[in-house]
């Protein structure tokens, strides 16, 4: 039997009603291992204007490099509380604020490791379809060698990497840029 | 777990081998080497990111090309969801207040299938809806129709160890909106599913047979396949309209499947 996937449809503007219960903008657990940070953003549209009905949703590994999930077979440590999900919709000026740690390296392909890198998916009305993109850490030696990283034009990769506040190293910005002077990488994936 | 049985049995040999020889051992992680990636979508059958007859995609669509990339362990694994996730009687959205709400009651049930027809158990559903007055409970909806305080309009549910899901809701109302002149939605229900792994998250919005709103929607019109848009419209159903109590529409749901072997299709 073949079928075919079903089409997707915009979140609309009035998702919050629906999206609440899954909301989760804190994604620390008690006992949790790692380094805590803070990624703070804003969603902007073509214009420069905030977009103030998104929704960001986060899916990582944990700090040793394994995602809460059964095919992830490799032998590290499962933080079996830590589901390395989460969700945050966007306030009235577009920005959100993710509190979480930084996770572990994972395997790529042919026998590569990736860089600590989130995987994130934007949601909002005007995109009958959502945006993925990955934010990566700055500073990190891993990046030079990440092998999505170097799919991406290098004149563009650093929309992909968030940037530490000066003195705070686990206080991190990044933005998603919809169109136009440093817009964004999203991935067909 | 049970919605990954299926994974040693479609796997490559070389991917069961990697996996027997990393469980043999204990430790192995280079002998992850690929995983099975999930298949891309047929052209036209889902819609683009710019779509001007809907106006809120001009200035938000990506004007640069995406970066095709390969399915890593990132991508195939997503975020999981259990029993403990879910309030058990929030799949009845016409009980979640003192009194009932208005409106025609219906039941909305389908299954959730991958592209190969395996069902995908225990994955959360979450809609959400305008009431029958077509009024959202939102902050933002100014549409001059009443709100019902006996309808949030918002449910969720995990899938059982068949893929179904059922919700027990009343049939939304249309609402007009600002995207052209006189532009009216056509009565949808909106539908969110995780399925299992990031690469099979999605989005999408149920419709209604015989709505004569659909032909000017450009949200429905967003995806330039006939038949795929036909996939968005619900089957009204005998089967599960209950004597006295509620219609039944069916609508079933397909998520991404898996590309035959692990190298397949990494462009």
């Known amino acids: 039997m073949k079928l075919q996937p079903t089409s997707s449809q915009t979140v609309g503007p009035f998702f919050d009603i629906g999206l609440r219960r899954f909301c989760c903008a804190d994604l620390l657990v008690p006992g949790l291992s790692g380094s805590r940070i803070t990624i703070e953003g804003r969603v902007l549209d073509g214009n420069g204007l905030p977009v103030p009905d998104a929704v960001v949703e986060v899916w990582q590994a944990n700090a040793h490099g394994k995602y809460a999930h059964p095919e992830d077979t490799q032998d590290k440590p499962l933080e079996s509380a830590f589901k390395g999900y989460g969700r945050i919709a966007t306030d009235d000026q577009g920005r959100f604020r993710i509190t979480t740690i930084k996770p572990g390296p994972v395997p790529g392909p042919r026998g590569t490791n990736q860089a600590p890198h989130l995987e994130i998916s934007v949601f909002m009305r005007g995109l009958l379809k959502r945006l993925v993109t990955r934010i990566y850490f700055p500073d990190d030696p891993r990046n030079g060698a990440d092998p999505v990283l170097a799919l991406v034009a290098p004149e563009r990769r650093g929309t992909l990497i968030a940037k530490a506040a000066p003195g705070q190293p686990d206080r991190l910005a990044w933005d998603v840029v919809l169109q136009g002077a440093g817009e964004t990488v999203f991935f067909d994936c | ?267």
């Open chain 2, 1 to 267: 777990m049970s919605g990954f049985d299926g994974i040693l049995k479609i796997c490559s040999p070389d991917c069961i081998l990697a996996r027997v020889a990393h469980n043999g051992r204990g430790t192995a992680l280079s002998l992850i080497t690929d995983v099975q990636g999930y298949r891309r979508p047929i052209p036209g059958t889902q819609p683009e990111y710019l779509h001007p007859a809907y106006v809120s995609s001009i200035k938000r669509a990506p004007t640069q090309p995406l970066v095709v990339i390969p399915h890593t362990l990132s991508e195939v694994t997503g975020p999981q969801f259990g029993k403990e996730d879910i309030a058990p009687e929030i799949f009845d959205l016409t009980r979640q207040h003192a009194g009932e709400p208005l409106g025609e009651r219906m039941i909305v049930t389908g299954r959730v299938l991958d592209e190969d027809g395996r069902s995908i158990p225990h994955t959360v559903v979450e809609i959400w809806q305008a009431n029958a007055a077509g009024r959202y409970l939102h902050k933002w909806d100014q549409h001059n129709a009443p709100l019902d305080p006996n309808f949030t309009g918002s449910g969720h549910t995990l899938t059982d160890a068949e893929g179904r899901y059922r919700f027990i809701t009343i049939k939304p109302g249309c609402y007009p909106w600002r995207n052209h002149y006189n532009a009216w939605r056509p009565a949808h229900i909106h539908f969110s599913l995780f399925g299992p792994a990031f690469a099979t998250r999605l989005v999408t919005q149920m419709y209604f047979p015989g709505d004569p709103l659909l032909a000017s929607d450009p949200i429905f019109n967003g995806t330039p396949d006939e038949a795929a848009r036909q996939r968005l419209i619900a089957n009204f159903d005998w089967e599960t309209t209950v004597p006295e109590t509620a219609l039944g529409f069916r609508f079933d749901i397909i998520l991404r499947g898996r590309e035959q072997t692990p190298m397949e299709g990494k462009a």
